[in-house]
Each structure stands twice: as C-alpha cells, then as structure tokens.
C-alpha cells in the first residue's frame, strides 16, 4: 500500500510543483520579449512579469493539491513528509497560513485529503537501523571554508588595490570617503579570512546528537524527553536564504543556523529524527515527541 518513500515523494514534488512554476516565470517573459516588437518589449517587460508570475500562481495553486493527495496516500510516515516538504518549501510548514488559501482543491481532492487527514491522528512509524551508531558528531565544513577564501581575499586585494590607487585631489570629500569605504572592503576581507580560517582549525564538533539527547556548541545537552517541536526552518530568500535547526527545551527555544557544516541539512534532519525515535523506543521516560512516533520492533536489515 504504502509503495513510495518520503525522498521519493518529495522529488516528485518538485518536479511537479517547483519546476513548472520556473518554467513558466522564466519562459514566458522569453517569448514575449522575442515575440514582441522593440521597444514594446522593454516597455511591457513590468506587465509580462507580472502575468507570467500569475500564471505560475495559478499553477501552482492546482498542482498542490494533485500532490499532496498523491504523496500523502503513498507514503508510510506522513507526519515526516509534512516536515520534509515544508522543508523544501512544498507547502507552508503551518496548515492553516495564508498560503493555502490560494489553493485550488476539486470536491474529489477535498474529500480524499478529509480521510487521508485522519492519518495525521496516528504517530508515525519507527524502524530502527542498526547500521547507524549510537551517537553522530557534526563538525564545520572545511571544503565550504576553502571555496570562500578566495572571494574574501579578492575583498581584501580589491580594497587595496583601490586605496592605493592614485586620485586626482586626494584631499577632496569625494576621495577621502572612498579611501573609508575601500579600506572598510578590504578591513572585513580580511576579517572573514580570519574568521574562516579560525573556523577550518577549530575541529571541535558543533552537533552532538545521540541515543540519550542533542547537544550543540552553544547549547548544553538535553534529552529527548525534554525536547518538542524539532524542525528545520527557512528563511530569507534566494542567495540570502539560510537554514535553522529549532527546538524547545526546557521550556526555551533553541536555534542553530545549519549553512555550514561537513553534513547536509537534509541528513542532519534525518538523523535527529531517528534518534528521536529510538529514544523513544528504548525508553520508558514519556517523550515530548510521543505522538509523532510508534515503535515497530524490526530493522530495517530484515
């Protein structure tokens, strides 16, 4: 019954909802642009956006629904599909935003998600692997330091070479705020070049996950049945996007960017999760994740 995996359908997510959507906001103002007489094109390029952004709306708005009855009927742990895709901006993280209102459901869909709904009232299952190890570390990643290094440094050569250069009236308002602004280009150059490298030597792990709880380097440990409300969240957009890890514990909220470290986000979710739920499993503390989870006593090896 149960025949399509939470990475499975996560990826037909965004062949079928995501990549579409691009599509069409990139290839419909393309046409028109060439279609269209000069310079009418330039001059209606704000109206074509916007009708090509519409459309995608639009799109999208009928291509969610289509998913979410197709991957929530297939799927065995709909409670992790709803994280995951939230996660990867399928559907809002929170089921009653404003973002589902532009949702455009047929009678057929709306009556198949009321009874696949009832399944959100059922934890999910959890199989225990025991290829995976008692406790996992995660540590800063080196390679993504590296590749910044030069970037930072071109900041740096780039004030330099600015600030030396020869200027017409060196005493003018005009050339002494440029000597501020590209020694201030060049001074955070080099202050990312030592904060980076202070980062590839610090070799210290920054994640401590476990059969017993989570740790990190700004937080202290805390077990699993003090955690609740474990996901990860984005925010920003585009390039300026980043990603955080947040929980609550001991009734405070805790936060971690996860943008630079030597393990996806995507495994580190996993991961936290499964540990979850072999606490859960092994234990006869009352976790705050209870109902999320059901045990079912074979591996994943079988």
Do not use: C
């Amino acid at each position: 019954m149960y025949d399509v995996t939470v990475d499975q359908a996560v990826r037909q997510g965004r062949k079928t909802i995501w990549l579409p959507a691009l599509a069409i906001m990139l290839i419909m103002p393309a046409i028109a642009f060439v279609a269209l007489p000069q310079p009418y094109g330039v001059m209606l390029s704000p109206i074509i956006l916007l009708v090509a952004f519409f459309v995608a709306g639009l799109y999208r708005a009928y291509a969610v629904p289509r998913w979410m009855t197709w991957a929530f009927a297939r799927v065995r742990n709909v409670h992790e599909l709803r994280r995951r895709a939230a996660y990867a901006l399928l559907i809002p993280e929170k089921s009653d935003t404003g973002l589902r209102k532009f949702e455009i459901w047929t009678k057929v869909q709306r009556s198949n998600w009321d009874k696949l709904a009832l399944r959100f009232e059922q934890p999910d299952e959890f199989i225990d692997d025991p290829n995976i190890p008692a406790e996992t570390h995660v540590y800063f990643s080196i390679i993504k330091r590296i590749l910044a290094l030069p970037f930072y440094g071109l900041m740096v050569f780039v004030g330099i070479w600015l600030l030396t250069s020869h200027q017409k009236d060196p005493y003018s308002f005009k050339s002494i705020f440029g000597y501020l602004f590209q020694g201030f280009i060049a001074i955070v150059g080099m202050a990312l070049i030592y904060l980076t490298i202070r980062e590839m030597m610090d070799r210290s792990p920054k994640i401590m996950m476990s059969n017993d709880g989570l740790a990190t380097a700004r937080l202290p440990f805390s077990s699993w049945s003090e955690i609740s409300d474990m996901h990860i969240v984005p925010r920003g957009s585009g390039k300026y996007r980043k990603y955080y890890l947040e929980y609550f514990t001991a009734g405070a909220k805790a936060e971690l960017e996860l943008d630079a470290f030597d393990m996806s986000r995507k495994k580190i979710d996993q991961l936290l999760h499964f540990y979850q739920g072999r606490f859960i499993s092994t234990s006869s503390v009352q976790p705050a994740a209870k109902n999320l989870i059901k045990i079912k006593n074979e591996s994943r090896a079988k």
